[in-house]
């Protein structure tokens, strides 16, 4: 039908676009929502294709749960595009480029197939039932692909706790050892007063006045200081 072919299209440039921004993004961050979006746009084509099931799942379990996991991870802890691009294991650049072949010459051996097999049908596939027959192709005749997905979903989390994971290098200081350092120089104990404090006019370029009336230089930017 014409609005389930408007549909695809459009649902499939927004998950191809996505999965570009994915491997494409500069930053981990990006790449976390290019790929929330692709699994968006995935169930809401499951959907479209009498699968609501599928879609719920999709949404609540990977696109709600699992990505942001990830997406929250990684803004709170922060990946620098510099560390995200290092190459710490050998070789992993080339593999990834021939598994990236690997899949598109067995999505080609998929699409084929079908095109000369035929298609089965949304009512004789949900004759019993979606849950019941989306069941039955998992755990009967697809069920290699689906441990292997499985497979794939673990490394990509144990990828995101790599990539979130700090090595510390030095012992962490103590609390004594924290004031010592801070002190030890002439430091502050507290912090600077505000410009304009117990002066006569109120502005930025204006010291604030000490207990003995003498000026505290140190409140006023050192930009916009003028020279003594």
């Known amino acids: 039908m014409t609005a389930e ?10 998950s191809v676009a996505g999965a570009i921004g994915v491997v494409a993004a500069p930053k981990a961050v990006y790449s976390a929502i290019a790929l929330a979006t692709t699994m968006i746009a ?21 696109t709600g749960a699992v990505m942001m996991l990830f997406l929250f991870v ?33 999505l080609i051996a998929g699409i084929g ?27 009967t005749r697809h069920l290699w692909a689906f441990e292997l997905t499985s497979a794939l979903l673990i490394t990509a989390a144990l990828g995101a706790m790599l990539l979130a994971h700090r090595e510390r290098f030095e012992r ?35 010291p604030a006045r000490l207990p003995d009336g003498s000026d505290d230089e140190s409140s006023v930017n050192a930009t916009i200081r003028e020279p003594r």
């Open 172 to 206: 962490r200081k103590t609390q004594r050892e924290m004031v010592i350092e801070r002190f030890g120089g002439g430091g502050r104990a507290t912090p600077l007063p505000n410009p304009g404090v117990y002066a006569r006019r109120n502005a930025v370029d204006t």
């Open 42 to 62: 995935l169930a809401i084509l499951y959907v479209t294709q009498e699968a609501p099931f599928l879609g719920v799942v999709q949404i609540v379990v990977y």
């Open 113 to 139: 197939s079908a095109k000369t097999a035929g298609f089965t049908g949304l009512t004789d596939a949900n004759r019993d039932g979606n849950v019941q027959g989306l069941a039955e192709l998992i755990f």
């Open 5 to 14: 072919a408007i549909a695809f299209w459009v649902l499939g440039t927004i």
């Open 74 to 106: 990684l803004m709170l802890i922060g990946v620098d595009s510099t560390q995200s691009l290092v190459e710490t294991i050998r070789g992993q650049r080339v593999a990834a480029i021939l598994a990236g072949l690997g899949f598109g010459v067995l």
